[in-house]
């Protein structure tokens, strides 16, 4: 594998659709936990999306090393290491993005241990933590143009 350049038009996608998911899940009522399962389609809801953000921000991680660095990798904590090894992210990111990739694998390979009551909890208290990790890869594309492809 060769290093090329990277997709603006993917990682925007990615990112989007992080934001996007973020988003439905805030529009739930989630400073009212009565509230919030009152209606048992909120917690079908909060999972589909908050898992959907979480997959498009590793795809955009998965993607910056495979066209940028040359790097490919197959597994979500693989895609956290490749990332701070080539000083995309911090360590600090790393270590949120790790919990995050362990919550990723939980929801789609233990979903039946992951309780309403916790996936309440993490939307209404963590949501912040898949923003702050898009923001670190917009940063870093902010400050390497060098690797972008702006074609569509």
Not at 117 to 131: F, G, R, V
């Amino acid at each position: 594998m060769t290093p090329g350049t990277i997709s603006k038009r993917v990682v925007s996608d990615r990112l989007d659709w992080v934001d996007r998911m973020v988003n439905e899940i805030r529009a739930l009522p989630l400073n009212d936990r009565q509230q919030f399962f009152s209606d048992r389609r909120n917690v079908g809801m909060a999972e589909s999306c908050l898992r959907r953000g979480l997959e498009a921000l590793f795809d955009v991680g998965r993607h910056i090393l495979a066209k940028g660095f040359a790097v490919g990798v197959s597994e979500y904590k693989e895609i956290v290491a490749g990332l701070k090894s080539q000083a995309v992210i911090s360590g600090e990111i790393a270590d949120l993005m790790r919990l995050l990739a362990g919550y990723r694998n939980r929801l789609v390979h233990f979903y039946h241990e992951v309780t309403p009551d916790e996936l309440y909890d993490i939307c209404a208290s963590h949501l912040s933590d898949l923003e702050r990790a898009a923001s670190a890869y917009r940063e870093w594309l902010k400050n390497h143009p060098e690797y972008l492809d702006e074609t569509l």
